[in-house]
């Protein structure tokens, strides 16, 4: 080889190494355009709404004067509604989960659900709201309830705690299992007294994701009809006279924060959209505790265990 | 064995006995929960297909797909879905021109050229960003993208699917990023070792072996991000307007099919009026149209699979 196709050699070898670096420095431009919107995103809420993040804008009705109006109603609707939509979601979800993952025979009625729950995680969210408008609020008569509300939500999130708990579950060896069977444990036995307990971690990480999302949706709970504008509160869980506990906040009329939000942020006012970015700081707070919460359970968990 | 043993193992094993029967009490129980994501399936397809036959009855189909003005609200109404659908594509237009270089280009740093210690960094604050309620990305779009597109453009107006594409892009690009990454991670060690040592680049071997090798999942990525962005609700109802227009042009307001559906529920439409019917044929459209996308998907999957 002479020294001239050496040199032609090193220049495409140079040529090619240039891309490499080209590449990289797009790759990260492309990643700081992602770091950049959620830093502008989160940072012209906390300018905007910083103001009005005092205890009284967590203790006030929506008010006609936006100075005087506040995330009450929101916040406690927002707690009532998730807790309807865990209550409903996480054990049909985990009981889903299990039956598709230890009990479920290969066939067709299997496969159809398996299929129906992959297409039901890319239905747009707004079409469960039409769902819930025509079945729970006039077939069944539940009418813009707290109760609605929480299905729905408990229906959109369904397919993310199936498929969390069917993960979980499949990273449990099966020396854990054939174990607990050689020792003449049921099948059941097996299920909720070694699966499901080793399987918690994981299955926790689904629901909380699946929890953050229902926090934040908006159009599912707007198109059942919700009110935006609720100066009371659902009747309290609980009661100081016997029973102590009651049902009627099920039934209550009730506004979540993002539709507060939705409803400062669709006002021409400047004072409302301040009001929208506070609650915004709040909802977006909220919901990046919640996946942070998950991303550790889930890193934990990674570390900790070895079967 | 003696006589004395009166139960066989086979009785002790029966169907009949209660801890048998208990046991096949629970599977059933079990069956019943997985099959209410069927139910919830059969639900939704009969309450869009009960009410749109309603709604057809007063509106013809042809119509319905041919005119070209949706004002259901004026006293002589016009149903013509193709303004909203327009409204639909081209902002799912902008944000895929936006998600899809963004989310590729990240996804191949990711998996190709970070070093693990910046992966573990990014995909979590990747996973944040696709956790960000889009309320919230309605309000940025309106709020600062908008403005800040003003600045560069007057022309523009306070509502347009440009602003609103844009910010549904960047709330895609987690989604479409994680997919991507994810399919490129799948592909064997031995083929990039093989690129190498045939004295590939770190990029060339990136575009011309893992990308090709993943690409059914990278396209399956893309598809999803497809039926988000069409889905997509409340950025669009909070910064594209909420005005339905005949057009493809990006810097006009315009209304989605999403967005109109947000606007008559947030109105008190009575139950059976050809209003309250006309959101169920919106959501009609909306589904058979992110079907439609999902089939794709599934053949893409099935067509480009590469098997290790």
Known sequence: MNNQDIASIRGIIRGNRRWDLIFAVAGFLALTVGVLAFVTLFGQMVINGWERLNPDFFTSF?????????????????????????????????????????YAPKNLVTDIIEINVTN???????????LALGVFVYMFGFGQ???????????????????????????????????????????????????VPYATPGI???????????????????????????????????????????????????????IQMFNWTSRPEEAFQQNAAAAGLILVLMTLLMNALAIWLRYRLRKSIAW | MSSMHTTTVSER?????????????????????????????????????FESYHFFEHVPVWDFLTDTM???????????????????????????????????????????????????????????????PTIVYGYFALTVVSPVLQYFFPSLP???????????????????????????????????????????????????????????????????????????TMIVAVAAGMQPNFTMDPTQPAQTISAYIVQVAMGDLPHGSIGYQSIFAAGLSLMLLTLFFNIMGHLIRRRYREAY
Not at chain 1, 148 to 170: K, M, Q, S
Not at chain 1, 209 to 231: V, Y
């Open chain 2, 158 to 232: 306070g509502f347009s699917m440009l602003a609103a594409g844009l910010v549904m892009g960047i709330a895609i690009v987690p989604y479409i990023s994680s997919l991507s990454e994810d399919a490129m991670r799948a592909v064997p060690m031995s083929l990039r070792e093989g690129a190498y040592a045939m004295g590939s680049t770190r990029f060339q071997t990136a575009v011309r072996v893992v990308l090709p090798a993943a690409i059914s999942g990278v396209l399956s990525a893309y598809i999803l991000g497809i039926s988000r962005a069409v889905g997509e």
């Open chain 1, 62 to 102: 929506p008010s006609r004067r936006a100075a005087n109006a506040g995330i009450l109603s929101a916040w406690v609707g927002s707690l009532l509604v998730m807790l309807v939509t865990a209550l409903s979601a996480v054990p049909l979800g985990v009981a889903a989960g299990v039956y598709l993952e230890e």
């Open chain 1, 145 to 195: 309830s707290v109760l609605t509300a929480g299905l729905t939500l408990g229906l959109l999130i369904l397919p993310v705690i199936i498929v969390a708990t069917r993960e979980a579950l499949r990273a449990i060896p099966v020396h854990v299992r054939e174990g607990a069977y050689g020792c003449g444990a049921t099948q059941w036995q097996v299920v909720s007294d070694h699966l």
């Open chain 1, 120 to 130: 039901l995680a890319g239905v747009p969210s707004i079409v469960y709201g039409l």
């Open chain 2, 70 to 132: 949706w004002t259901p609200l004026f006293s002589t109404p016009r149903y013509g879905i193709l303004p909203l659908l327009l409204g639909t594509v081209t902002t799912s237009l902008v944000a895929l021109a936006v998600a899809v270089p963004l989310g590729t280009v990240i996804a191949i740093y990711i998996s190709e050229f970070a070093s693990p210690r910046v992966r573990e960094i990014v995909k979590p604050f990747l996973e944040l960003l696709g956790g960000v």
């Open chain 1, 204 to 258: 926790m990480t689904g629901v909380i994701i699946g929890l953050s999302r229902a926090i934040g949706e908006t159009a599912p709970i707007i198109t059942i009809g919700a009110l935006t504008f609720i100066a009371f509160l659902p009747a309290s869980p609980i009661s100081s006279t016997a029973p102590f506990i009651n049902f009627d906040w099920l039934w209550s009329g009730f506004t979540v924060m993002p």
């Open chain 2, 13 to 49: 094993l029966s169907r009949k006995l209660s801890r048998n029967v208990r046991e096949r009490a629970i599977e059933l129980v079990l069956f019943l929960a997985a099959s209410v994501s069927v139910l919830t399936t059969i639900g939704i397809i009969w309450i869009l297909i």
